[in-house]
């Protein structure tokens, strides 16, 4: 079992900047890969970003450029870092962890991007 927690969604101004956290307990051992994901109300679920457990990095399209995600091994941890948000940043953004004992998921936080 894993279990990831999220924190750091808020209202921003357009062109603000947020960080989100996502720590993770459990069986930390068997994560694959940590990613971030978002949704809006009426909309499927869409990737945002990831790092794998051996580092490899990928970011959606729309945020190759403004967003950075990062691991702190030690804090067991993932942030994903915010800037330059838009209005379409608004959404609920969740963790993911697939890991060899399931594919488990955060219970998401507010971003609203609005002036």
């Known amino acids: 079992q894993v279990q990831l927690v999220e924190s750091g969604g808020g209202l921003v101004q357009p062109g603000g900047s947020l960080r989100l956290s996502c720590a993770a307990s459990g069986n930390i051992a068997s994560i694959v890969a940590m990613n971030w994901y978002r949704q809006v109300p009426g909309k499927q679920r869409e990737f945002v970003a990831s790092?794998?457990?051996?580092?490899?990095?990928n970011y959606a399209d729309s945020v190759k450029g403004r967003f950075t995600i990062s691991r702190d091994n030690a804090q067991n941890t993932v942030h994903l870092v915010m800037n330059a948000l838009k209005s379409a940043d608004t959404a609920v953004y969740y963790c993911n962890a697939p890991s060899w004992g399931g594919d488990y998921w955060g219970q998401g936080t507010q971003v609203t991007v609005s002036s």
């Open positions: 790092i794998t457990s051996d580092g490899n990095i």
